[in-house]
Nanobody
Framework: QVQLVESGGGLVQAGGSLRLSCAAS????????MGWFRQAPGKEREFVAA????????YLANSVKGRFTISRDNAKNTGDLQMNNLRPEDTAVYYC????????????????WGQGTQVTVSS
């Protein structure tokens, strides 16, 4: 069993930065792919970024490439999403997720989810 808790969301002006963190409980987290998804009001939850269990492979949605970076520290059971040059269209609730090796871009590839943290980018 893995429990995930996100933190670091908030209100920021366009062009600003935020760093989201995901704290995990359970040793199984270290063997799971970790992903970040987001959901804006009235829209489906969408893939943002993912990182393999070892941290050796990372994946980013085209919309965030060059602006967001995903990382993890298995020794601390944590993962981060560094978000730079934020845009109003990045406004959403951001979710951390973890799961066995599967389709990293698909919500069905993840078994465990955090409660989400709100990110609001003002223009």
């Amino acid at each position: 069993q893995v429990q995930l808790v996100e933190s670091g969301g908030g209100l920021v002006q366009a062009g600003g930065s935020l760093r989201l963190s995901c704290a995990a409980s359970g040793r199984a987290f270290r063997s799971y792919t970790m992903g970040w998804f987001r959901q804006a009001p009235g829209k489906e939850r969408e893939f943002v970024a993912a990182i393999s269990w070892s941290g050796g492979r990372t994946y980013l949605a085209n919309s965030v490439k060059g602006r967001f970076t995903i990382s993890r520290d298995n020794a601390k059971n944590t993962g981060d999403l560094q978000m730079n040059n934020l845009r109003p269209e990045d406004t959403a609730v951001y979710y951390c997720a973890a799961g066995p090796q599967g389709s990293y871009y698909d919500t069905r590839g993840y078994d465990y989810w955090g409660q989400g943290t709100q990110v609001t980018v003002s223009s």
